[in-house]
């Protein structure tokens, strides 16, 4: 008998080169399979997250109460509210100028002359023949009384048969004649007083002075310069009488001016003094259109106090008419009406939307606010709106609630990304 080996069966020492080839297969191609899920668990995690993109950082703001002032916006001019040409009514040369700009004046104060010697001998003249005519006046005046006693007389001696007719008819017929002349004389005489009064007016008006108490804001004449009055009255000085009251000219367009009223408020801004802000009151909203190039406006006149003289005539304006107020009432700044989400997340919370109570001008709107870390939507209504905020009248939103004006860091492409960088369907 041939003795048997001894060993335990299937330990390694019994198996062949086989079964070691084959154990190194099956662990390679678990390798294997491990690293190619774990490809694919990095290559969609990837294309997961550019497909949804990050999530969005929310900006909010907390609704809370305060003013809406809706206003009308334009540009205008300041000016003084009343402006005085001061010209001349007769021809010559200036003689001298006593008003320059900014000169303070009163009414009735001199502020040029012109040469008065022409006018002065005009008036000499006059006076002279107005002597004339009243001491031919006195003169027929003479020869009438003459002529009527003569006619008296002749009368007399005609009625007891002295003289003939025809004596009695000569001096009769020259009383008459006296008579008219003395009415004549009488009539040269008033022509050469008013001749004479209106040389005195011409003599006067060499004298040019303020009609008003004023500042001289403009000056167009200088000494020695010859001025024409022949067939357009020249202008010598601009005057502005008061100017400390000024007001601001402005045209508003027709789709606004039904907006405005006497007795809107008013701000505005100069260059000049780009960081301070006036004040005024619109007094009248004039009705005559003006029309220029097809476009209609409506000139809209504004009171505004200059105690201080910061404001100039002529400068120009950026004016802001508040047609309407409401003060502490809750609002939300306009950003919050114009806002859309741009992410799926954001659901509608399907409220229903709030009855309109604010008359004409209210509308439907509507809000995002957070909850959850999501958007959700509620309806408002809106009231007066101005160029930051907008009043609510109505719907679910309170006081304190914090409502999305924007966000940032959404994704900005929905396109799918295919694995291994490959391009996905649409680029």
């Known amino acids: 008998m041939h ?21 190194r297969r099956h662990r390679a191609w678990l390798l ?32 809370g109460r305060g003013s809406v002032a809706p206003a009308v916006v334009s540009s205008g001019a300041v000016n003084p509210v009343t402006t005085i040409q001061v010209g001349t009514y007769v021809s010559g040369v200036i003689q001298a100028v006593l008003c320059d700009f900014n000169t303070r004046v009163r009414a009735g104060q001199l502020c040029a002359r012109i040469d008065p010697r022409p006018y002065q001998t005009i008036v000499e003249q006059e006076s002279a023949s107005l002597g004339m005519a009243r001491a031919q006046l006195a003169k027929d005046r003479a020869s009438l009384d003459y002529a009527q006693r003569i006619d008296a007389r002749n009368a007399d001696l005609l009625q007891r048969g002295i003289v003939s007719q025809e004596t009695a008819d000569t001096s009769h017929s020259a009383w008459l004649q006296a008579r008219a002349q003395v009415a004549l004389d009488a009539a040269a005489v008033a022509q050469h007083e008013a001749q004479l009064k209106a040389a005195r007016i011409n003599l006067g008006y ?19 310069q010859t001025v024409a009055a022949s067939f357009q009255t020249p202008t010598l000085f601009l005057i502005a009488t008061d100017l400390t009251q000024m007001q601001v000219d402005t045209n508003v367009s027709e789709s606004d001016i039904g907006r405005i009223a006497v007795g809107n408020a008013v701000t505005f801004n100069v260059a000049a003094y780009s960081e301070r802000q006036f004040s005024g009151q619109v007094r009248q909203v004039r009705q005559a259109p003006q029309t220029v190039q097809n476009v209609v406006t409506y000139d809209v006149v504004v009171d505004v106090q200059n105690a201080d003289l910061a404001l100039k005539p002529g400068m120009t304006a950026a004016i802001r008419i508040v047609t309407s107020r409401a003060d502490h009432v809750l609002r939300v700044p306009g950003q919050a009406l114009r806002y859309r989400p741009t992410t799926p997340a954001a659901q509608p919370d399907g409220a229903v939307a709030p009855q309109r109570t604010g008359g004409a001008g209210a509308r439907a709107g509507q809000v995002w606010i957070l909850a959850n870390g999501k958007p959700h939507r509620l309806p408002v209504v809106i009231g007066l709106e101005d160029d930051a905020y907008a009043q609510i009248i109505g719907g679910p939103l309170r006081e304190g609630d914090a409502v999305i004006v924007s966000e940032r860091g959404a994704a900005a492409s929905r396109a799918p990304v295919a694995p291994f960088g490959l391009p996905g369907p649409g680029r």
């Open 32 to 63: 294997a399979a491990i690293g190619v899920l774990a490809l694919l668990l990095v290559v969609g995690g990837y294309a997961w997250r550019h497909a949804t993109g990050p999530l969005p950082h929310y900006a909010t703001v907390v609704a």
């Open 3 to 23: 003795a048997i080996p001894t060993g335990t069966i299937g330990s390694p020492s019994e198996a062949g080169p086989g079964s070691a080839i084959h154990g």
């Open 206 to 224: 060499t004298d040019i002075v303020s009609p008003v108490d004023g500042t001289v804001v403009s000056r167009n004449v200088t000494q020695g």
